[in-house]
T-cell receptor
Framework: QKEVEQNSGPLSVPEGAIASLNCTYS??????FFWYRQYSGKSPELIMS????GDKEDGRFTAQLNKASQYVSLLIRDSQPSDSATYLC???????????FGQGTTLQVKP | NAGVMQNPRHLVRRRGQEARLRCSPM?????VYWYRQLPEEGLKFMVY????????ESGMPKERFSAEFPKEGPSILRIQQVVRGDSAAYFC????????????FGQGTRLTVV
């Protein structure tokens, strides 16, 4: 079982719609959770961090964490073509501080 | 405040040569991660370092690869006797500490072995 799992996609949504990206993790004691965005040929860029159960909103982005279900998600409201990228879920293992990434989900926002 | 700096951005090596990749963390950051990424694939963890200390090297190949983060100067990822399979993008990220801290990436080094 992979430590961090994401559906590779592609996830295709029309412009203006809500894009929902999901991630599960296997280590129950993981303590910190992040979403990064990576455009083709570029380096990952941090979008959101979330540390406690519930929702965290920042502009058009909302991160949701459910530690009991070992599940973290990212919602993108009013999706724009410029949001088309690969979204990487990452977790920190509490014992070592190791930052581990999922395979990423490719999002395509169609005009 | 400068971000994470990696150099060189592009590196071409012949098979059997050595590759040295450098990563200067953000100011105030004392922890560095190294990752390898092949085209259309995810980020594969290699090593996690604190200044003068390797915290986790579980993703490093047993041979030819080494990493260091000295008290002064950048973190170095060293690949000896490179082979074509080492061709990839290598990214480093830095953070101020362990646990609930955000990590920021450099622009990466694209290594091509010919």
């Amino acid at each position: 079982q992979k430590e961090v799992e994401q559906n590779s996609g592609p996830l295709s949504v029309p412009e203006g719609a809500i894009a929902s990206l999901n991630c599960t993790y296997s280590d129950r004691v993981s303590q910190s959770f992040f979403w990064y965005r990576q455009y083709s040929g570029k380096s990952p860029e941090l979008i959101m961090s979330i540390y406690s159960n519930g929702d965290k909103e920042d502009g058009r982005f909302t991160a949701q964490l459910n530690k009991a279900s070992q599940y973290v998600s990212l919602l993108i409201r009013d999706s724009q073509p410029s949001d088309s990228a690969t979204y990487l879920c990452a977790v920190i293992r509490v014992n070592t501080g190791k930052l581990i990434f999922g395979q990423g989900t490719t999002l395509q926002v169609k005009p | 405040n400068a971000g994470v700096m990696q150099n060189p951005r592009h590196l071409v090596r012949r098979r059997g040569q050595e590759a040295r990749l450098r990563c200067s963390p953000m100011k105030g950051h004392s922890h560095v991660y190294w990752y390898r990424q092949l085209p259309e694939e995810g980020l594969k963890f290699m090593v996690y370092l604190q200044k003068e200390n390797i915290i986790d090297e579980s993703g490093m190949p047993k041979e030819r690869f080494s990493a260091e983060f000295p008290k002064e100067g950048p973190s170095i990822l060293r690949i000896q006797q490179v082979v074509r399979g080492d061709s990839a993008a290598y990214f480093c990220a830095s953070s101020p500490g362990r646990g609930q801290t955000e990590a920021f990436f450099g622009q990466g080094t694209r290594l091509t072995v010919v």
